[in-house]
């Protein structure tokens, strides 16, 4: 008997062990990749992806604002709430293989009726009116996994734990970008403020000596307007700049985790140096990096996992269930060992009938979702290749029209310089003098954004090479 159930349990773990997978995976893709980024100026495998955002970002300020906004984000803190979960999944699919076990203590007395069948035959046969079962058991059951459904069932979990580690990535990518372009663009209105405030004390100034000439009777009561009109229009900026300060601190604050707030700074938009020629590597690396690229590649593993489980569950399913313990129907013999043992094993193969069409469809269905699986992937892959070349296209093209604003500011600025000492002299009329002031706030307000603008392209093309969450 102990050698006959040894054979069985032998042969069971020969078919567990020899689960096979019944659908076949298809590869991953290789989608097509140029050599090098369109207007790369550097081809080179390093990247600028490879370094830690503290390497890229080295103001202390920005450093301490992504630091609170990693902590506490809350977008990051529910990411690494899915870690969690999908640990858990895992670490509970590693079980998955062992049996179903249950232990089951029961107990009963039945007394039938005295005019029963059974009561008769319990009267003349055992001298008593009542039944007495007693029972300790151990019962398992378990699905031999033929078709590698288990196995199929570790690899979605496995799949979705690594999508969840690389959605945490996402998340911290962006994060770091939101709030390093937010701080650049706090340091850019705090230029255009000044630059407002400049053009006030500029404006007075040519209001006043207006107002001199007019008392004077050698201008009008429209030139006096006019150029008030213009010193309104830089002080209106005052408050709106102030305005929007606040709001781009509050939403700051908001990234960090924190209640809103005046932020600190400790630079100015002028003092940040925007990075010349930065390395972007080689597309394919970039794959490795980026963490929507590697999402997209995960849910292909996911879809090949689902599929396979589709396609097993058309199959017939071997099920093994086996009880063992003590049973007696005196509660006086319970532990009468070995008298009272008693064990059972079976086992049986279920195959699907009336489903088959049912299995089939979704058979059918989860080869359809692998299939759009793979397309996400391949155009996850075209887009991100595309935001690289945007954003090179971007730095490249703003640096130019930073030239040629520089140059043009500068241009302006003489001119005011020009236009008030003509002015003074009765050569140049008041209107010339409001024109050029006007032109020169317009061209440091726009030299302002445009700097904005070449820091924010570079943040772009470093989260768009995969950089920023290491």
């Known amino acids: 008997m102990e050698n006959s159930f040894i054979k069985y349990v032998a042969f069971i773990a020969l078919i567990f062990s020899s689960a096979c997978k019944v659908s076949k995976d298809i590869e991953k893709p290789q989608p097509a990749l140029p050599a090098a980024f ?14 830690g955002w503290k390497q890229f970002f080295t103001d202390q300020t920005l450093q301490n604002l992504i630091d609170s906004a990693i902590a506490n984000n809350y977008d990051m803190q529910y990411a690494l709430k899915n870690i969690q979960s999908a640990q858990l999944v895992l670490k509970q699919t590693k079980y998955a293989y062992l049996p179903d076990a249950n232990l089951n203590v029961t107990g009963s007395i039945t007394r039938p009726s005295d005019n029963s069948l059974n009561g008769i035959s319990l009267s003349q046969f055992l001298g008593k009116s009542y039944i007495e079962d007693y029972s300790a058991n151990v019962s398992l059951s378990w699905e031999a996994d033929i078709w590698g459904k288990i196995k199929e069932q570790k690899a979605i979990a496995l799949a979705q734990y690594l999508q969840t580690t690389e959605a945490r990535k996402a998340i911290q990518t962006s994060i770091v970008a939101n709030i390093a372009q937010s701080y650049y663009n706090l340091l850019m209105l705090d230029e255009q403020l ?14 006043k000596m207006i107002r001199l000439q007019y008392d004077a009777g050698q201008q009008t009561a429209l030139a006096i307007q006019q150029a008030d009109a213009q010193r309104l229009v830089a002080v209106q900026l005052v408050p709106q700049f102030e305005q929007e300060i606040t709001i781009q601190e509050n939403a700051l604050s908001i990234l960090t985790g924190v209640l809103p707030t005046t932020i600190k ?8 140096a925007v990075p010349e020629n930065s390395p972007t590597g080689i597309p394919a690396e970039m794959l490795n990096r980026r963490p929507d690229v590697k999402t997209n590649e995960l849910a292909i593993d996911l879809a090949n996992a689902q599929t396979g489980i589709a396609k097993a569950n058309m199959y017939p399913s071997l099920s093994i269930t086996a009880q063992a313990g003590i049973n007696s129907f005196k509660i ?6 070995p008298a009272s043992l008693f064990g059972a094993v079976a086992g049986g193969i279920t195959q699907p009938l009336f489903q088959r069409k049912q299995l089939q469809t979704q058979y059918e269905l989860a080869k359809v979702n692998r299939e759009k699986a793979v397309i996400n992937f391949r155009s996850t892959v075209l887009n991100a290749v595309g935001e690289v070349s945007d954003a090179l296209i971007k730095i490249k093209k703003l640096k130019e ?50 700097k904005q603008a070449q820091l924010t392209a570079n943040i772009e093309l470093y989260k768009s090479l995969g950089g920023g969450w290491r």
């Open 38 to 51: 369109r207007d790369a100026s550097i081809t080179d495998t390093a990247s600028i992806a490879d370094i």
């Open 194 to 207: 000044s630059i407002a405030k400049q053009n006030v004390l500029l404006n007075d100034s040519t209001l």
């Open 265 to 272: 700074r400790n630079i100015t938009l002028s003092t940040v």
């Open 332 to 337: 006086s013999n319970w532990f009468n060992i």
């Open 401 to 450: 029209q930073q030239s040629i604003a520089a140059t043009r500011v500068n241009t302006l600025q003489q001119a005011i310089g020009n236009a008030n000492q003509l002015f003074r002299n009765g050569l140049a009329t008041y209107l010339e003098v409001i024109t050029a002031q006007s032109n020169s706030l317009q061209g440091e307000l726009e030299l302002a954004s445009l």
